[in-house]
C-alpha cells in the first residue's frame, strides 16, 4: 500500500546504483543519486530528502560520521542496503545513527515498504523526542516555581498557597508567565547571597 503525499518520498540514494535508481522511480519516489565522495553533508541540507539510501561497497567511518551530524541537523530515517557488513561497521553505524539495515537484493516493493514504515518510524520518534522536551521544560519550570515559593515562605512568612499568589501576581502586573515570575524571584535572591 503506498503512503499518498503531496509529493512523491524524496530518496538520497548514496551509490551509484541506476538499477536501484529505476527501481525506486518506478515505486514512485524522487531519487536524487550521489556518490560517497560527494558533499553527502551539504546535499542533505538543499534536497531535504525524506529518507537515505546507502548502497556502499566499502563504507567508510568518515562517511558514516557525516551522516549521523547532518541527522542532527536534518533527521531522517537511514537505511544501509548491503549484502554483508563487517560487524565493526554495523556497530559504528548503529552507535552514529543509522536507522536499519536490509538485505540489497530487497524487491522494490519490499524496499518501498521499508522506507515507509521507516520513515514513519522517524517521525514518530521526532513527535516523542518533542513531547519529552516539552515535559522537561515543564518539570523545570515546576521545580523553579517550586524553589520560588520555598524562597517567599522562609523570607516573607508566607505559606505555601500565598508564596503562589505572589509569584502569579508578580506574574500578571509584569505580564510574564509564572515560571518567569520564579525565575526572577530566584535571580534575586542569588543576588542576595
Not at 7 to 24: E, Q
Not at 61 to 78: F, I, M
Not at 123 to 147: C, F, G, M, S, Y
Request: glycine share 2%; charged share 30%.
Amino acid at each position: 500500500m503506498r503512503m499518498s503525499t503531496a509529493r512523491a518520498i524524496r530518496v538520497l540514494l548514496v551509490s551509484h546504483d541506476d538499477t536501484l535508481t529505476r527501481s525506486l522511480e518506478r515505486e514512485g519516489f524522487e531519487v536524487h543519486q550521489v556518490s560517497e565522495s560527494e558533499d553527502v553533508y551539504n546535499l542533505v541540507g538543499e534536497l531535504e530528502p525524506d529518507a537515505i539510501l546507502i548502497r556502499p561497497d566499502s563504507p567508510t567511518r568518515d562517511s558514516l560520521e557525516h551522516l549521523a551530524s547532518q541527522s542532527c541537523k536534518h533527521p531522517q530515517p537511514t537505511l544501509f542496503l548491503h549484502d554483508k557488513l563487517p560487524q565493526e561497521l554495523r556497530q559504528q553505524a548503529l552507535s552514529l545513527g543509522v536507522s536499519s539495515y536490509a538485505t540489497a537484493e530487497l524487491t522494490p516493493t519490499a524496499l518501498r515498504s521499508l522506507i515507509e514504515i521507516s520513515i514513519d518510524h522517524a517521525k514518530r520518534l521526532q513527535a516523542v523526542k518533542r513531547e519529552l522536551t516539552r515535559n522537561q521544560k515543564t518539570l523545570a519550570e515546576r521545580k523553579q516555581i517550586d524553589q520560588a515559593k520555598r524562597i517567599l515562605w522562609k523570607d516573607h512568612g508566607m505559606n505555601e498557597e500565598a508564596a503562589y499568589k505572589a509569584l502569579k501576581n508578580m506574574a500578571m502586573n509584569g505580564r510574564i508567565s509564572v515560571a518567569d515570575a520564579a525565575r526572577k524571584v530566584l535571580e534575586s535572591k542569588e543576588k542576595q547571597a
